[in-house]
C-alpha cells in the first residue's frame, strides 16, 4: 500500500516541461546515450516529467504552486536583436508561474490533470544607442515587421514595441501555459508553448521550438515503447492583413485583422530496438478558412492524398528522422520533403525540394580534483534548398511571426555547429557547466523559383560565432551565465566582426 501511495504521488506531480532550460535537454541526451536506450526525450519537447521546483512558493499548497519569475541580462553587444547589432543591451525580465495538479482517477493506472500558467513581462533598454524599432502590431504600415533576434536562434518572441517613458527601449511580452490529461502513457494538452518535433536539440526540420510559443492542440500516445503516435495542431500567426474588414479606433485610427494560418502534424515513431528508432511525419500549412471540415483534424489518414481531394490549396511536408545509440556514441539525422510528387520523384522539373539534417554525439565522463565530470561531443549539420519554407501562397508559408517553423536559418541557408560540453555534477545535480561551441550560418534567399540553387543567389549572409559560456546553479536556485563570443559576420550588421560580453542572472525562467 505504501509503494502504491509513492508511485501514485511520484506520477502525481508529473507535467509538461514548457521552459526547460537547453543544458537540461543536453543533460537528458547525456543520460539516453549512456542508457543506450531510445528515450522520447530527445525527440519530442516538451515532454512529461517531475515539475517539483526549488523555488520559494506564495501559495505552498499541495496541489497549487504560485512562482515569483525574474531575469536580468546584459550584452554588450544587445544579443543580436536587430539590425544596429553591435549595441550593448540591459533586459529585464520579471514574471510570474502559476501550476495545478489534480488527480482525476486513483489507482494502478492513475489519471490526472496537470497545467501551468506563465506571464513574462520584458523589457530591453539601448545603454551607449537608442533603441527604437517600432512594433508589431498588425496594422498595413507594420504588417511585415522585422523579428526581434532574427539571427539568434536562441531567442524568439512575437510581439514587441518601444516603451514609452524614455524611446530608449522596447516591451515585448509572453504568456505561455497549458492544461494536460495524463496517463502512464498518454497525454492530451491544450495550451500556447513552444513544441518540437525531431532529434535535434538546436532546431528540427519540421517544428522547432526556435520560433515563438503558440496555440496549439497536442497528442501523445506511446505503446508499451515500440510504437508513439503524436499529433499536434495550431494557429500560426501570419502577419498577412485580412483587407475585407477595417476597424477605427477611437481616434480614428485604421486597424486589421490578420487571415489566420493554420499547422497539422502528425508523426508516428518505430522504436525498432531499444537502440534504433525511425520516425515519419506528415505537416500541413494552410490558411484556417480552407479547414474549416474535419480535413486534417483526423491524424488516421494521410495529409497527402487529403491535400490532393482539397484542390491542392495547401502547403504538404513530408519527412523522417532517426536515432541510433552505439557504445556511448548517437547518430541522428532526417530530411524534409517539400510539396513532393511521388510520381515525379526523379524529374528534374518536378516540385520536390529539400532539407537535410545529420549529427553525431559522443559522451565521455572523468573525474577531476574529486569532481564527477560528464561530458558531450556534439556536431550537426543542417541545410535547405531556397524553396523549401517558402509557398506559392503566401498564406501557406511555414512561418509565424515571419520566424522559420522548422530550421531556425529557413530556406536557402546551411547550418554547421560543433560544441563540446562538460557538467560538473554533484548528489546528481547539475553544479556547473562550460560550454566550447563553433557555429557556422549562410544564409541565402529563400525563393519558390525553381532554377534556384542551394545559396546559388547573390547577397549571402553568413554569420560565424567561436564562443564560451559558462553556467553556474547559485544559492536559492538562481542560475549565472557568463558568455564571451567573437562573431564574424556579413550583410547582417551595422558592422561585420566583434567581440560579445554577455551575463544572465535567472530565477525560474529559461535562458
Same mark, same amino acid.
Given at each position: 500500500?505504501?509503494?502504491?501511495?509513492?508511485?501514485?504521488? #511520484?506520477?502525481?506531480?508529473?507535467?509538461?516541461?514548457?521552459?526547460?532550460?537547453?543544458?537540461?535537454?543536453?543533460?537528458?541526451?547525456?543520460?539516453?546515450?549512456?542508457?543506450?536506450?531510445?528515450?522520447?526525450?530527445?525527440?519530442?519537447?516538451?515532454?512529461?516529467?517531475?515539475?517539483?521546483?526549488?523555488?520559494?512558493?506564495?501559495?505552498?499548497? %499541495?496541489?497549487?504552486?504560485?512562482?515569483?519569475?525574474?531575469?536580468?541580462?546584459? /550584452?554588450?553587444?544587445?544579443?543580436?536583436?536587430?539590425?544596429?547589432?553591435?549595441? %550593448?543591451?540591459?533586459?529585464?525580465? $520579471?514574471?510570474?508561474?502559476?501550476?495545478?495538479?489534480?488527480?482525476?482517477?486513483?489507482?494502478?493506472?492513475?489519471?490526472?490533470?496537470?497545467?501551468?500558467?506563465?506571464?513574462?513581462?520584458?523589457?530591453?533598454?539601448?545603454?551607449?544607442?537608442?533603441?527604437?524599432?517600432?512594433?508589431?502590431?498588425?496594422?498595413?504600415? @507594420?504588417?511585415? =515587421?522585422? $523579428?526581434?533576434?532574427?539571427?539568434?536562434?536562441?531567442?524568439?518572441?512575437?510581439?514587441?514595441?518601444?516603451?514609452?517613458?524614455?524611446?530608449?527601449?522596447?516591451?515585448?511580452?509572453? #504568456?505561455?501555459?497549458?492544461?494536460?490529461?495524463?496517463?502512464? @502513457?498518454?497525454?492530451?494538452?491544450?495550451?500556447?508553448?513552444?513544441?518540437?518535433?525531431?532529434?535535434?536539440?538546436?532546431?528540427?526540420?519540421?517544428? %522547432?521550438?526556435?520560433?515563438?510559443?503558440?496555440?496549439?492542440?497536442?497528442?501523445?500516445?506511446? !505503446?508499451?515503447?515500440?510504437?508513439?503516435?503524436?499529433?499536434?495542431?495550431?494557429?500560426?500567426?501570419?502577419?498577412?492583413?485580412?483587407?475585407?474588414?477595417?476597424?477605427?479606433?477611437?481616434?480614428?485610427?485604421?486597424?486589421? $485583422?490578420?487571415?489566420?494560418?493554420?499547422?497539422?502534424?502528425?508523426?508516428?515513431?518505430?522504436?525498432?530496438?531499444?537502440?534504433?528508432?525511425?520516425?515519419?511525419?506528415?505537416?500541413?500549412?494552410?490558411?484556417?478558412?480552407?479547414?474549416?471540415?474535419?480535413?486534417?483534424?483526423? $491524424?488516421?489518414?494521410?495529409?497527402? /492524398?487529403?491535400?490532393?481531394?482539397?484542390?491542392?490549396?495547401?502547403?504538404?511536408?513530408?519527412?523522417?528522422?532517426?536515432?541510433?545509440?552505439?557504445?556511448? +556514441?548517437?547518430?541522428?539525422?532526417?530530411?524534409?520533403?517539400?510539396?513532393?510528387?511521388?510520381?515525379?520523384?526523379?524529374?528534374?522539373?518536378?516540385?520536390?525540394?529539400?532539407?537535410?539534417?545529420?549529427?553525431?554525439?559522443?559522451?565521455?565522463?572523468?573525474?577531476?580534483?574529486?569532481? +564527477?565530470?560528464?561530458?558531450?561531443?556534439?556536431?550537426?549539420? =543542417? =541545410?535547405?534548398?531556397?524553396?523549401?519554407?517558402?509557398?506559392?501562397?503566401?498564406?501557406?508559408?511555414?512561418?509565424?511571426?515571419?520566424?522559420?517553423?522548422?530550421?531556425? =536559418?529557413?530556406?536557402? %541557408?546551411?547550418?554547421?555547429?560543433?560544441?563540446?560540453?562538460?557538467?560538473?555534477?554533484?548528489?546528481?545535480?547539475?553544479?556547473?557547466?562550460?560550454?566550447?561551441?563553433?557555429?557556422?550560418?549562410?544564409?541565402?534567399?529563400?525563393?519558390?523559383?525553381?532554377?534556384?540553387?542551394?545559396?546559388?543567389?547573390?547577397?549571402?549572409?553568413?554569420?560565424?560565432?567561436?564562443?564560451?559560456?559558462?553556467?553556474?546553479?547559485?544559492?536559492?536556485?538562481?542560475?549565472? !551565465?557568463?558568455?564571451?563570443?567573437?562573431?564574424? #559576420?556579413?550583410?547582417?550588421?551595422?558592422?561585420?566582426?566583434?567581440?560579445?560580453?554577455?551575463?544572465?542572472?535567472?530565477?525560474?525562467?529559461?535562458?
Amino acid at each position: 500500500m505504501i509503494i502504491m501511495f509513492i508511485l501514485i504521488s #511520484t506520477l502525481f506531480a508529473q507535467g509538461l516541461n514548457i521552459k526547460e532550460d537547453f543544458y537540461s535537454l543536453i543533460y537528458k541526451e547525456i543520460n539516453t546515450i549512456k542508457s543506450n536506450k531510445i528515450s522520447e526525450d530527445i525527440y519530442i519537447y516538451p515532454t512529461k516529467e517531475s515539475i517539483k521546483k526549488e523555488y520559494f512558493d506564495f501559495y505552498n499548497d %499541495s496541489n497549487i504552486n504560485i512562482y515569483p519569475v525574474m531575469g536580468l541580462r546584459y /550584452s554588450s553587444t544587445g544579443f543580436e536583436i536587430n539590425q544596429e547589432t553591435p549595441n %550593448s543591451i540591459i533586459w529585464i525580465s $520579471p514574471g510570474i508561474e502559476f501550476n495545478f495538479n489534480q488527480i482525476l482517477i486513483n489507482s494502478i493506472n492513475p489519471i490526472w490533470m496537470s497545467g501551468a500558467f506563465n506571464f513574462f513581462k520584458h523589457s530591453a533598454y539601448g545603454l551607449n544607442k537608442d533603441l527604437n524599432m517600432g512594433n508589431t502590431i498588425g496594422n498595413q504600415e @507594420n504588417q511585415n =515587421s522585422y $523579428p526581434i533576434f532574427r539571427y539568434n536562434n536562441n531567442f524568439q518572441y512575437g510581439f514587441y514595441r518601444d516603451v514609452k517613458d524614455n524611446n530608449n527601449g522596447i516591451d515585448f511580452d509572453e #504568456t505561455i501555459g497549458y492544461t494536460s490529461i495524463l496517463g502512464n @502513457n498518454f497525454d492530451i494538452s491544450i495550451g500556447k508553448f513552444r513544441s518540437s518535433l525531431g532529434p535535434s536539440i538546436y532546431s528540427n526540420l519540421s517544428l %522547432s521550438s526556435t520560433m515563438p510559443s503558440f496555440n496549439q492542440f497536442r497528442a501523445n500516445y506511446n !505503446y508499451k515503447d515500440k510504437v508513439i503516435l503524436t499529433f499536434i495542431f495550431g494557429d500560426l500567426h501570419s502577419n498577412i492583413i485580412d483587407s475585407s474588414y477595417v476597424y477605427e479606433d477611437e481616434i480614428f485610427d485604421n486597424k486589421y $485583422p490578420l487571415i489566420n494560418r493554420r499547422i497539422y502534424n502528425h508523426r508516428i515513431d518505430f522504436n525498432i530496438k531499444k537502440n534504433f528508432r525511425i520516425g515519419l511525419y506528415e505537416q500541413i500549412i494552410s490558411m484556417s478558412d480552407n479547414t474549416g471540415s474535419l480535413s486534417y483534424i483526423n $491524424p488516421f489518414q494521410f495529409f497527402w /492524398s487529403e491535400q490532393h481531394q482539397n484542390n491542392d490549396l495547401d502547403n504538404l511536408q513530408i519527412g523522417f528522422d532517426f536515432d541510433y545509440l552505439y557504445k556511448n +556514441n548517437r547518430f541522428y539525422g532526417g530530411m524534409l520533403i517539400d510539396e513532393w510528387a511521388p510520381y515525379d520523384t526523379f524529374n528534374q522539373s518536378s516540385h520536390n525540394w529539400f532539407a537535410r539534417q545529420i549529427g553525431y554525439s559522443k559522451v565521455f565522463n572523468f573525474v577531476l580534483l574529486k569532481q +564527477n565530470i560528464d561530458g558531450i561531443l556534439k556536431y550537426e549539420y =543542417s =541545410s535547405a534548398e531556397p524553396q523549401v519554407y517558402t509557398h506559392k501562397f503566401d498564406i501557406n508559408i511555414p512561418s509565424h511571426h515571419n520566424y522559420p517553423i522548422g530550421l531556425w =536559418s529557413g530556406g536557402d %541557408s546551411i547550418d554547421k555547429r560543433l560544441s563540446i560540453l562538460f557538467f560538473v555534477i554533484k548528489n546528481r545535480k547539475e553544479q556547473f557547466v562550460i560550454n566550447l561551441s563553433l557555429q557556422n550560418t549562410r544564409f541565402g534567399n529563400p525563393n519558390y523559383d525553381e532554377e534556384l540553387s542551394l545559396l546559388g543567389s547573390d547577397n549571402i549572409k553568413s554569420r560565424d560565432l567561436i564562443s564560451i559560456q559558462f553556467k553556474k546553479t547559485l544559492s536559492y536556485s538562481i542560475n549565472l !551565465y557568463f558568455k564571451v563570443g567573437y562573431y564574424k #559576420t556579413e550583410n547582417l550588421y551595422s558592422e561585420d566582426n566583434f567581440l560579445d560580453f554577455s551575463t544572465s542572472l535567472l530565477y525560474n525562467i529559461k535562458n
